[in-house]
Each structure stands twice: as C-alpha cells, then as structure tokens.
C-alpha cells in the first residue's frame, strides 16, 4: 500500500491540479478550434448570435478562470523542483524554456491577443494548417509543445533520482 504523508498528499494534489488544468488548456483549446468554432460558423448558429455569443462566453470564462489554479499550481512545482538538492543544470534549462514558452502562450490569448497586437502570423501561417493560423491556435500548438517539455523534465528528474 502506497502512504503518503500530509505534505507529501497535498503534492500530490497540486500535481493533479495543475495537471488537469494543462489538459484543459491544451485539450480544449484544440477540441475549440478543430471541432467547436468550425461548427458554431454553421450557418444555423451565425443566425442564431445569442448561442454564439454564449459558447464564447463559456469557452472564455472556463479558461480565464483556470488560469489562477495554472499560475499557482506551476509556481509551487517550480519552487518546489528548485528547492530539490540534486537539481541540475539541464534541468534549469528546460525549465525555462517551459516557462519561456508558457508565458507567450498566456500573452497569445491573454484579452485575445492583446499583447501582441500588431504581430503578424504571416511566417509561421503557411506551416500550420488553416485552423490554428490564429493567435489562439498558434497558442494550442506551443501549449502542446509546453505539454512535452513537462515529459522532458519529468523524464531528467527520474534520471537524477534514480543516479542518486
């Protein structure tokens, strides 16, 4: 039987968390962009603005508000890493990268865009297909490539854990 102690299961809890935040934020922006906004541009919903208007609103409310339990969740695994004996070099490294990127991924959609006002998309549009040519999509792709850096760094503390 696996026993934790206090701090060990409130651990355990932030991880699962910020783990689930991470696949609402990756997971459901793709699941928005593929299949939600195609449909609501039907034409049966553009007639209809009010149920439109209502996705994106409920869309928009679930994300803005998941945010809190992102930032929180991922500065206490971040605090909580670094705070380890046997961090390492590389392991900094890919950190920062992870939050490097995760910071353009909030500025992407963060007042939809705002941040980065005036950018254009033009370079990367024609290597992505034509759903996630906008900032949230462009934002959905490096999300996901945030995803996988987390694989990464689990991957190098496993390693340091197991080589100490």
Do not use: C
């Not at 998941?66 to 046997?86: E, K, M, N, W, Y």
């Not at 254009?120 to 900032?135: G, I």
């Amino acid at each position: 039987m696996i026993e934790y102690t206090f701090w060990e299961g409130i651990g355990l809890l932030v991880r699962w968390a910020h783990a689930l935040v991470a696949a609402l934020w990756v997971g459901g922006g793709l699941l928005y962009i593929v299949a939600v906004k195609p449909g609501l541009n039907d034409e049966s919903f553009l007639r209809n603005k009010n149920v439109y208007r209502n996705v994106h609103a409920n869309v928009g409310k679930a994300f803005s508000g998941s945010l809190g339990v992102f930032l929180l969740t991922g500065a206490i695994l971040t605090a909580q890493r670094l705070a380890h004996p046997d961090v390492s070099a590389q392991y900094i490294l890919v950190l920062l990268g992870k939050i490097l990127l995760s910071g353009v991924v909030f500025g992407l959609v963060w007042n939809r865009g705002e941040l980065f006002t005036g950018w254009k998309l033009t370079a990367m549009s024609s290597l992505l297909p034509r759903q996630f040519r906008s900032k949230g999509g462009l934002a959905v792709v490096i999300g996901s490539m945030v995803y996988l850096i987390s694989s990464v760094l689990h991957r190098i503390v496993e390693l340091t854990f197991r080589a100490s």
